[in-house]
T-cell receptor, first 114, second 111 residues
Framework: DAGVTQSPTHLIKTRGQHVTLRCSPI?????VSWYQQVLGQGPQFIFQ???????GRGNFPDRFSARQFPNYSSELNVNALLLGDSALYLC?????????????FGDGTRLSIL | TQLLEQSPQFLSIQEGENLTVYCNSS?????LQWYRQEPGEGPVLLVT?????EVKKLKRLTFQFGDARKDSSLHITAAQPGDTGLYLC???????????FGDGTTLTVKP
């Protein structure tokens, strides 16, 4: 079975632009979470979606938004990009919403802001 | 805000040595997870500990959850170069719907 897939793998943008990152969860997984990992730090929670509804939100500005589609895939959108948005964006899927559910991570999208 | 502190931040040892890394918090978590992340890849879940005082073993890796469910440790016996990577702990609160990660311990095992 395919793991969590994310696209694109790398992306270069300039300040002020917007970006859309995509994630396909493992088949049968209904929960998708997004994390931002800045170099040298651990992943920081951005959003969790379960059954197409937002179930958790981290401490990120409104420039960050996400949605989950009927097939459980997800998109993360970031508007008005800042230099500080440069990071590895990770998507993780799990079968259910519960926090004890094992999360399976994709290999991330490396976003660079110039 | 719940924070997880991991120590040491960096660790470089010779093959065959033993090591312990720590994950500490002032907050109580429903469970705690340990991940290993290699460059260019996403974190891979190693173990989840749920009960205070719980000890889990995964081959040469031993994980312990503190009695108060605020801290955890990872002990590796006879480290091998393949153990090299970033070890992350994550505290889970079931109702919050999110995991809180520490900043990790970067382990280098030299042959």
């Amino acid at each position: 079975d395919a793991g969590v897939t994310q696209s694109p793998t790398h992306l270069i943008k300039t300040r002020g632009q917007h970006v859309t990152l995509r994630c396909s969860p493992i088949s049968g997984h209904k929960s998708v979470s997004w994390y931002q990992q800045v170099l040298g730090q651990g992943p920081q929670f951005i959003f969790q979606y379960y059954e197409k509804e937002e179930r958790g939100r981290g401490n990120f500005p409104d420039r960050f938004s996400a949605r989950q589609f009927p097939n459980y895939s997800s998109e993360l959108n970031v508007n008005a990009l800042l230099l500080g948005d440069s990071a590895l964006y990770l998507c993780a899927s799990s079968r259910g919403q519960g926090g004890n559910q094992p999360q399976h991570f994709g290999d991330g999208t490396r976003l660079s802001i110039l | 805000t719940q924070l997880l502190e991991q120590s040491p931040q960096f660790l470089s040892i010779q093959e065959g040595e033993n090591l312990t890394v720590y994950c500490n918090s002032s907050s109580v978590f429903s469970s705690l997870q340990w991940y290993r992340q290699e460059p260019g890849e996403g974190p891979v879940l190693l173990v989840t500990v749920v009960t205070g005082g719980e000890v889990k073993k995964l081959k040469r890796l031993t994980f312990q959850f503190g009695d108060a469910r605020k801290d955890s440790s990872l002990h590796i016996t006879a480290a091998q170069p393949g153990d090299t990577g970033l070890y992350l702990c994550a505290g889970v609160n079931t109702n919050a719907g999110k995991s809180t990660f520490g900043d990790g311990t970067t382990l280098t095992v030299k042959p």
